[in-house]
């Protein structure tokens, strides 16, 4: 809703209340509706100023709403009709001013905001465009490139930046509703045709920076449709008259509204919220468990991973003991760490926290601390001795977490003094720029330590989410059945470039070969290698521990070739370190080769196909993830791939992507795969998803309450 109150001085004060971020609901814009009227039509008063409660100005559209019939007043008249008033209506700006939140404001004649206010019009996130007047009045205020940055970006910008571009009359440091009821009074009685936008002309394309926008947008968007659709009510802004304009937008608008993309980005969205509320099998939860307050934090290991963990503590102020017992790999981290935390720390616009990283090689130093995060090489015997080394070291109640990417973190658990306050803490590469976090609980694992991983995530500004251990917890363990199902195609026909292309059409920035390439292919070698799949002794067949295998990748990297790092991999490249994939003829020759050794016919194999095999059988596992109980629904699973695995956010995730192309068809899909191939368990499809295909495949949203009935029923 939205109340009326008239101050002194003949300013009516009309404040939206809808929180917690006073987003355009249906009442909301009633409430707009009637006390814009009133405000009119009340003699005494001379101006009007609009503001949000609880220091929030408006999140924008209901987002909630979207999914149901749109009741109520629509916005684009209900903010004509706030241009229109002949008394100054002035936006006092606090906290947040985003999207029909913003178009609100861009509807009144003047604005002012606080300066620690944040702008945008970030629609484009989530499927859609600027359609309450944005795309049309934006460009008449700020110009065609700065409006076509905001608005295919999404970027919310500061209150400085506004003012910088316009946007803004007037940042303050004090109070916002003051300050602007202020303004209103000066400026009563002035003129007011030239502050509404949409009289204003929209400045010409000059230089066609539309059509090489247009270009750049459809190559970076990899088939997302909204950026484009963006561009498109931009052109309609520069070439045509507001009226025919705001056709257009509106257009544009409900075709994205319709879109299955749309509701994939705001599914998005939200998953990334649900999973803030994280709960464990025990009943624990974000709401019954209190997390510990981490002033001061160890990182163990200072290779990649660990230089990244240290940069993303210090970022929140928390002071980091950095240890590394190898002097040259320390000597190489004072150096480099440092340099990465003011980069970073200037590309988020942060002043450098100071003097909170202390370098050493002796673990004694870490006796102070809170909470340590071992982060040495991904081996078991060594990470067992670092934690039998911790729990004799640390002070009673320091939480001991470990960057393993897959591990037993029960195991490690097992040799300190209180398994309760261990948890994987796993980050992905590079681990301060990444937004993923898996905070992975043991048995033992205490809901405190859990709460206060899930914590310290939220603080370092990571989509934190709350994972069973299991062998390579969430993400890799999904990530398995893909790389193999890529693997048997090549064996049956494919090439890397085929496999690759057919991934990136789907929307991943990078197909599975050359992301390999990218992480080096030593690291999957290892891990098979630990396994007992591969290595000296392993009989070279394509049956190992009883199902199928595929000792492709073996072979390559027995061939020197481990990707990126050596110059050559699934692809060639520049040399060691090189970035450009290309296609490498001694690969199809290998290919070939291995084809007739193993009496292996190559047949064409259609993308679709290529797609059914490596998405479906990754969705598979997700399904027996959830069955199993190591991720609480399908947004935890859903929000790690598309925040650590690439997974085109325009798709939702994999599970929201089963629910689009409809379970039922992934079933029949999986099970004519494993027809096709027996040898392979993970075509073979998960009870779980039977169970949801057998009660008619309820949509995603409603799989976390089906899977808890059917574990009180035990029906799974
Ligand atoms: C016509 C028009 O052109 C079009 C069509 C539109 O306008 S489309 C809409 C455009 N607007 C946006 O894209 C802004 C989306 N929101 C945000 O970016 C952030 O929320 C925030 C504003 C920067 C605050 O961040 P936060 O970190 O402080 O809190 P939070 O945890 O994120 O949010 C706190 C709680 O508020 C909920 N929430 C936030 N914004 C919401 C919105 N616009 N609608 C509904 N709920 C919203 C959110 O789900 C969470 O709920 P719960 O989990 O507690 O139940």
Redesign the pocket.
């Known amino acids: 809703m939205a109340t009326y109150s008239r101050l002194p001085g003949s300013v009516a004060l009309i404040t939206l209340q809808n929180p917690?971020?006073n987003?355009?609901s249906a009442a909301v814009r009633q409430g707009i509706v009637d006390t814009v009227q009133r405000a009119l039509k009340d003699p005494k008063v001379t101006s009007v100023v609009i503001c949000g409660q609880n220091g929030?100005f408006c999140?924008?559209?209901?987002?909630?709403e979207f999914a149901g019939p749109m009741l109520g007043p629509p916005?684009v008249p209900m903010i004509h009709a706030i241009e229109a008033v002949d008394k100054p209506v002035a936006a006092a700006i606090e906290g947040?001013a985003?999207?029909?939140?913003l178009?609100l404001a861009l509807g009144c004649h003047y604005r002012i905001a606080h300066s620690k206010a944040?702008l945008g019009?970030?629609?484009v996130?989530?499927g859609?465009?600027?359609?309450?007047g944005?795309s049309q009045r934006l460009p008449r205020l700020i110009g065609l490139t700065a409006a076509l940055d905001l608005i295919t970006t999404g970027r919310?910008i500061s209150a400085a930046e506004a003012l910088k571009l316009g946007i803004l009359d007037q940042v303050t440091d004090n109070n916002v509703v003051d300050q602007a009821v202020e303004f209103v009074r000066r400026v009563a009685g002035q003129p007011l045709d030239s502050r509404r936008l949409s009289t204003l002309p929209c400045p010409p394309d000059v230089d066609s920076l539309l059509d090489k926008a247009m270009v750049k947008v459809r190559q970076r968007s990899r088939g997302a449709l909204a950026p484009v659709a963006c561009v498109q009510a931009l052109m309609a802004a520069a070439s045509l008259p507001y009226t025919q304009g705001m056709e257009k937008e509106r257009e544009l608008?409900t075709t994205l509204f319709n879109s299955g993309q749309a509701r994939a980005l705001q599914y998005a969205?939200?998953s990334q919220?649900?999973v803030?509320?994280w709960s464990l099998p025990s009943g624990a939860s974000w709401d019954n468990s209190a997390a510990r307050p981490i002033s001061k934090a160890a990182v163990i290991g200072l290779g990649t991973m660990g230089r990244g963990i240290v940069v993303a503590l210090a970022l929140t102020g928390i002071s980091v003991v950095a240890v590394e017992t190898q002097e040259k790999q320390l000597a190489e981290a004072s150096q480099a760490v440092p340099a990465m935390l003011q980069r970073e720390a200037g590309r988020r616009g942060l002043a450098t926290p100071p003097g909170v990283i202390s370098f050493s090689s002796n673990l004694q130093d870490v006796s102070e601390v809170e909470l340590v995060i071992e982060a040495v090489f991904e081996d078991m015997s060594l990470k067992l001795q670092v934690f039998r080394h911790l729990t004799s070291v640390c002070r009673p109640g320091t939480l001991l977490c470990s960057n393993t990417s897959g591990l037993d973190i029960d195991q490690l658990a097992a040799v300190t003094q209180s398994p309760g306050l261990v948890v994987g803490m796993h980050f992905f590469a590079p681990a301060h720029v990444m937004k993923l976090l898996e905070v992975v609980y043991g048995p033992r694992s205490s809901p405190e330590a859990v709460a206060t991983a899930m914590q310290l995530g939220k603080r370092m500004g990571k989509v934190s989410v709350a994972v069973g251990n299991c062998p390579g917890f969430v993400g890799n363990r999904m990530l398995k059945p893909y790389l193999e199902q890529a693997n048997f195609l090549l064996e049956e026909g494919a090439t890397p470039q085929q496999v690759d292309e057919a991934l990136e059409e789907f929307g991943f920035p990078m197909g599975v070969f050359r992301m390999s390439d990218l992480s080096g292919l030593d690291v999957g070698w290892r891990i098979r290698k630990e396994a007992g799949l591969t290595g000296p002794g392993v009989e070279s067949t394509r049956t190992r521990q009883g199902r199928r295998y595929s000792p492709l990748p073996d072979q390559v990297c027995e061939a020197g070739r481990l990707g990126q790092k050596t110059g050559r991999g699934w692809y060639q490249y520049d040399g060691p370190g090189g970035r450009v994939a290309r296609s490498d003829p001694w690969v199809h020759i290998f290919l070939e080769a291995y084809r007739a050794e193993h009496d292996l016919v190559a047949r064409s194999i259609a993308p679709e196909e290529i797609l059914e095999r490596c998405l479906y059988a990754l969705i598979n596992e997700g399904f027996n993830i959830l069955q199993d109980a190591m991720a609480a629904g399908p947004e935890d699973i859903d929000a790690i791939y598309v925040f650590g695995y690439g997974w085109p956010r325009h798709h939702g995730g994999p599970m929201f992507h089963a629910g689009q192309v409809g379970l039922g068809r992934i079933l029949e899909r999986l099970q004519h795969h494993h027809h096709n191939h027996p040898d392979v368990p993970h075509l073979k499809p998960s009870t779980l998803l039977r169970r949801l295909v057998a009660v008619g495949s309820p949509p995603v949203q409603k799989w976390r309450e089906f899977i808890n009935k059917e574990r009180v029923h035990s029906q799974l």
């Open positions: 917690p971020v987003a355009l929030k999140g924008g559209a209901d987002i909630r916005l947040v985003l999207g029909g939140g178009e944040l019009l970030p629609e996130t989530l859609l465009l600027p359609g309450a944005g919310h608008l969205f939200f919220r649900v803030g509320k």
